[in-house]
């Protein structure tokens, strides 16, 4: 088995993460959960790859994409989110991938003071991988924020 990586997500990349973004758990743990229109994603998923302002990641094991990871810049922080493709969920490719995300965003955001991810109350498996992360825990009226300090 070869080492997970991260790769930066190219036009090809369309359809699997249309498709993960409308799986129902995908749903479930986003703030919109409303299911996604393919043309909506497809204007997204073009502004997405144009944008200086956002990095998609896809999360590849034995060379086979199983998971996305998105970095949103916002002023000295970074906005994160991520997720799993249901077939390998539960295996702990979760904090793989967050460890794989704060060592690239170091390199292709050297920028970012921090990492910051909003998570749902509900959410319970993801505020557990940013726990397991180190991540600072803030509770807000309806989520939880994580923020991960960058190391000077």
């Known amino acids: 088995m070869s080492e997970p990586y991260l790769r930066k997500a190219v036009e090809r990349d369309i359809d699997i993460l249309f498709y993960w973004a409308n799986d129902s758990i995908t749903r479930e743990n986003a703030f919109n959960t409303s299911g996604i229109e393919y ?76 990492l910051v991810a909003r998570v749902k109350k509900s959410n319970t498996i993801s505020q557990r991988k940013f726990e397991q992360r180190m991540y600072v825990k803030n509770e807000k009226d309806d989520y939880y924020e994580y923020c991960k300090y960058k190391e000077s």
């Open 39 to 114: 043309t909506d994603h497809q204007k997204w998923f073009a502004e997405k790859l144009r944008s200086s302002d956002s990095i998609l990641y896809i999360y590849c094991v034995n060379d086979r994409a199983i998971g996305q990871a998105r970095i949103d810049v916002d002023g000295d922080n970074g906005l994160v989110s991520y997720s799993i493709d249901s077939e390998h969920r539960y295996q702990g490719h979760g904090g793989r991938l967050l460890s794989l995300l704060e060592s690239t965003a170091v390199l292709d955001l050297p920028h970012l003071k921090a």
